[in-house]
């Protein structure tokens, strides 16, 4: 299973763009990239997820390059609300069931 | 959206005794439930793979026999720790898969706190 590296840490101004980048330079071609947030001591929110295509939602988009080696997250306009940790996974091949293993994120502090 | 929900939210509960932790989708049935562990400061750890109608599949190092895990509807799975002990101390985390098999999205509940004294 393709295994994920982030920053342990970054910082970003509140109203701007938070980019957050995750290498996987492993992930086979039916793995998808996921990315969910821990805000503390809540459960992990799904944020959103992606093959190859880059990918967008209300909450951000996802910027998977064409090698599929690496993608960065994008918060287009930070708010203080969005300081949390940020998983970026890859998810298992469907033959161990869709289980998601969690690397050590990256902790986004958003500063106002 | 899909909501997933976790209770008790916290425990308090003394060395030697049992937990249950309930885990259910609310609106969405889950055939397959996740559950993890969270330690401070640390990421999730995988703990076991709840199907419903058969038994679980526990990842490595977990012990089966003090995490009993039953998945008897496919809206509701719990975890009972048992004969809990201070080292059992943390934030226990469910999830439900919704959806088919290919490209899932899962989700969590809000986490039980327990705390063994």
């Known amino acids: 299973d393709a295994k994920t590296t982030q920053p342990p840490s970054m910082d970003c101004a509140e109203g701007r763009a938070a980019n957050l980048p995750c290498n996987h330079s492993?992930?086979?071609?039916?793995?998808?990239v996921y990315w969910y947030r821990q805000i503390h001591s809540q459960g992990p929110q799904y944020i959103i997820h992606g093959l190859k295509n880059n990918e967008t939602n209300e909450m951000a988009s996802l910027i998977i390059t064409e090698d599929r080696k690496s993608s960065t997250l994008i918060l287009p306009h930070a708010t203080l609300r969005d300081t949390a940790v940020y998983y970026c996974?890859?998810?298992?091949?469907?033959?161990?069931?869709?289980?998601?293993?969690f690397g050590q994120g990256t902790t986004l502090q958003v500063k106002p | 959206g899909a909501v997933v929900s976790q209770h008790p939210s916290w425990v308090i509960c003394k060395s030697g005794t049992s937990v249950k932790i309930e885990c259910r989708s609310l609106?969405?049935?889950?055939?397959?439930m996740f559950w993890y562990r969270q330690f401070p400061k640390q990421s999730l750890m995988l703990m076991a793979t709840s199907n419903e109608g058969s038994k679980a599949t526990y990842e490595q190092g977990v012990e089966k026999d003090k995490f009993l895990i039953n998945h008897a509807s496919l809206t509701l799975s719990t975890l009972t720790v048992t004969s809990a002990h201070p080292e059992d101390s943390s934030f226990y985390i469910c999830?439900?898969?919704?959806?088919?098999?290919?490209?899932?999205?899962?989700?969590f509940g809000n986490g039980t706190r327990l705390t063994v004294t």
């Open positions: 492993t992930i086979s071609g039916n793995e998808y």
């Open positions: 609106d969405f049935q889950a055939t397959t």
């Open positions: 996974i890859v998810r298992v091949s469907s033959s161990n069931t869709g289980k998601l293993i």
């Open positions: 999830s439900a898969r919704e959806g088919s098999s290919d490209g899932p999205t899962l989700h």
